[in-house]
Every structure is written in C-alpha cells, then in structure tokens.
C-alpha cells in the first residue's frame, strides 16, 4: 500500500480554493508555513498537558493547514525552492515538537513505559524522512519520487497518530495493572485510553521503519540500475 504522489495532487487539489482566500487575504506560502508550525506547536503544549482529544484536534489542524502553503505557491506560481526548503524543515521540526510534547504528557501519566513508544516513534519517522532527503541529495527519486515510496509517509503518520490521541481520549477508563508491572511496584490504575495511544505510537513505529527499509531497498534497486545502464554504455 503507498500513497502515490496522484492522490496527494487529488487531496491536496480540494484545498485549493481556501488556500486562494487565504492568499487574497494578504497571507504568503511562507507565512502559512509559519503559522501551520504554530498551530503545531499549540497541540504539541495541549498533549503536554495530557489533554488528548484537544491537543489531537489541533495536531490535525497544523497539519491540514499546512497544505495550505505549498497549495497556494503552486497555484499562484510562486513556488520557490527556498520555500520548499522551508516547508520541508518546518513539517520535520513541528513532527519533532510534537512527540516531545507527547513524551512530557505520558511521562506525567505515570504510564512508565508509554514515553518510550512516543520516542521509537519519532525516531522511525525521522528516519523517514531521512532516507528521502539522503536519496534525492544523491540523485535518486528525482523530483518527488520518493514521496510516493513507502506505506506510511507523514500523511498516514498524521492520521494514525490523531486517531490514536482522540480515541485515547474517548476511551479513557482504568485498568488495573498488577505489581510490577509497567506502572511499578504496588500497581496502579492506568488510564485504558493511555494503552490506545501506545497502540497508535506502535503502528507508527513499525510503519515508519517498513517505510524506511521500502525506500532503502526502492534507492539499492535504482543504483543497480544506474551501475547497469553505466556498464552498459562501456560495453557499447
């Protein structure tokens, strides 16, 4: 399963209206970069308040909203390669501030071990957005090829991580952990919405990591080719 780079165009393509009024509205692609980051970073504070559904919300929020800024470059022909610069490096610094918000929150939980799927997380979607980097900094997947590479790009992240933290919040009765267990000795009663965000954080780190090993394998294939189609080219 990937999602290719045609449905995003579809996606992103319904967006484009708003993003227009927005742009009559005085705003900028880079001033919408920025303000998708703050909206982020909003959420990233309201999960450090374990305040799921909210800060879940708003999470999604900065992300759709982040749609905005490359939408309305690309449909007012201003798109440049310092925004993009800038697009890419504040998508990966709001991601990054928003499993540290999540990490303070499960940490305050009382939940011991719930922080550390949060960092596996972030770690695997990192390196996500690494191998993407590293590869077009070396020639492979030129133009947007290898954002199509792979089963859970940051979109898919996104919507697994917003379900996670709503249901997370919907389902939040107790269970009872015996002693010890994760919660430490003398057991405890843990939130049974904490262990849905866990469950959430899992799949994204499995995920990200299929993901990773996708594009390693999707780069190893094209330097093959490109090593055969040299070899060739002596030959003749």
Do not use: C
């Amino acid at each position: 399963m990937t999602l290719s780079n045609e449905s995003r165009d579809r996606f992103k393509g319904a967006f484009v209206p708003l993003a227009l009024a927005m742009g009559r509205a005085g705003l900028t692609p880079d001033l919408l970069t920025l303000i998708g980051f703050a909206i982020t970073v909003l959420g990233a504070l309201l999960l450090s308040q374990q305040s799921w559904l909210l800060g879940g919300l708003v999470i999604f929020l900065g992300g759709i909203f982040d749609m905005f800024d490359g939408t309305l470059a690309r449909a007012t022909g201003r798109e440049s390669r310092f925004g993009a610069f800038m697009d890419s490096v504040f998508d990966r610094w709001g991601e990054a501030v928003v499993y540290v918000g999540l990490i303070a929150g499960l940490g305050a939980s009382g939940w011991v071990g719930a922080p550390v799927f949060a960092a596996a997380a972030m770690a695997a979607a990192f390196m996500v957005s690494y191998t993407r980097a590293r590869a077009e900094g070396l020639g492979f997947g030129a133009g947007r090829g290898m954002a199509a590479v792979g089963i859970m790009p940051r979109e898919v992240r996104l919507v697994i991580l917003t379900a996670g933290l709503v249901l997370g919040a919907l389902l939040g009765t107790t269970i009872t952990v015996p002693d010890g267990g994760f919660a430490g000795a003398g057991g405890a009663a843990v939130p049974f919405g904490i262990v849905t965000i866990e469950i959430a954080l899992g799949i994204i780190a499995i995920g990200a990591t299929i993901t990773t090993i996708q594009r390693i394998l999707h780069v190893r294939s094209q330097a093959l080719q490109l090593s055969t189609n040299h070899s060739t080219e002596n030959q003749t």
